[in-house]
């Protein structure tokens, strides 16, 4: 038997998601919430990182997850397997959450008690970065296979990241990647952007992105 909810998200008014962005940081922040906004290509490996990471907090930290997408329910499955609270968000077919959405799959995840809230967004690098979800930061992944060359192509999402994690570092050997162009060509986007190698599968980096997550949710409380 499944221990999640499936919650059809409803198309919200986008003129208003600047403003409801910020109103929804600022409840956030009133009941020492932590939301982090999780986006990458599909298949980058966000759900292998999410599981290790809820596996790394799990004792300091009590997690939710919102998993969005068009539709299924594996993601939540996957994350369901690791104890945490989850929740599955259909978008109906919108290839992004914003703000309103976002706070409709707070309230169907009842975050009461929640320590870190993750958002695992609707996986591509062009409309999630368009719309502010109200989350207090952003994350995304990009995988060795995808390429280098992303920052040149999906400047936005490079843009308005805080940190980004290149993922699959194991794999380096069979791809022609190159982490240093990678990283200056985001910080010419994102001087502040900051930038993990890690393996998911390995957990070769993970501890430093453990770290970089920990500190926020720390500095958010304060």
């Given at each position: 038997?499944?221990?999640?909810?499936?919650?059809?998200?409803?198309?919200?008014?986008?003129?208003?998601?600047?403003?409801?962005?910020?109103?929804?940081?600022?409840?956030?922040?009133?009941?020492?919430?932590?939301?982090?906004?999780?986006?990458?290509?599909?298949?980058?490996?966000?759900?292998?990182?999410?599981?290790?990471?809820?596996?790394?907090?799990?004792?300091?930290?009590?997690?939710?997850?919102?998993?969005?997408?068009?539709?299924?329910?594996?993601?939540?499955?996957?994350?369901?397997?690791?104890?945490?609270?989850?929740?599955?968000?259909?978008?109906?077919?919108m290839c992004h959450l914003?703000?309103?959405?976002?706070?409709?799959?707070?309230?169907?995840?009842?975050?009461?008690?929640?320590?870190?809230?993750?958002?695992?967004?609707?996986?591509?690098?062009?409309?999630?970065?368009?719309?502010?979800?109200?989350?207090?930061?952003?994350?995304?992944?990009?995988?060795?296979?995808?390429?280098?060359?992303?920052?040149?192509?999906?400047?936005?999402?490079?843009?308005?990241?805080?940190?980004?994690?290149?993922?699959?570092?194991?794999?380096?050997?069979?791809?022609?990647?190159?982490?240093?162009?990678?990283?200056?060509?985001?910080?010419?986007?994102?001087?502040?952007?900051?930038?993990?190698?890690?393996?998911?599968?390995?957990?070769?980096?993970?501890?430093?992105?453990?770290?970089?997550?920990?500190?926020?949710?720390?500095?958010?409380?304060?």
């Amino acid at each position: 038997m499944n221990t999640f909810k499936i919650l059809e998200i409803k198309k919200s008014v986008f003129e208003n998601n600047d403003e409801q962005a910020e109103l929804l940081r600022k409840d956030l922040k009133e009941k020492q919430r932590f939301l982090l906004n999780l986006m990458s290509s599909p298949g980058s490996g966000k759900t292998t990182t999410l599981k290790r990471t809820i596996s790394a907090l799990e004792e300091e930290m009590h997690i939710g997850v919102m998993e969005a997408d068009i539709d299924s329910d594996v993601d939540a499955i996957a994350i369901s397997e690791t104890g945490a609270k989850v929740i599955q968000l259909h978008t109906g077919g919108m290839c992004h959450l914003d703000a309103e959405m976002t706070s409709q799959g707070l309230a169907g995840l009842e975050t009461e008690g929640l320590d870190l809230i993750i958002l695992e967004n609707v996986g591509n690098l062009v409309c999630p970065a368009e719309f502010d979800t109200g989350a207090v930061k952003n994350a995304m992944i990009l995988s060795i296979p995808e390429g280098d060359d992303k920052p040149l192509k999906y400047p936005l999402m490079f843009s308005i990241c805080d940190v980004l994690l290149i993922n699959k570092i194991d794999a380096l050997d069979y791809f022609d990647f190159d982490i240093e162009a990678c990283t200056q060509r985001a910080k010419a986007l994102n001087p502040t952007i900051k930038v993990i190698p890690i393996s998911a599968r390995t957990g070769e980096g993970m501890a430093d992105w453990i770290q970089w997550l920990r500190e926020q949710v720390a500095a958010w409380k304060v």
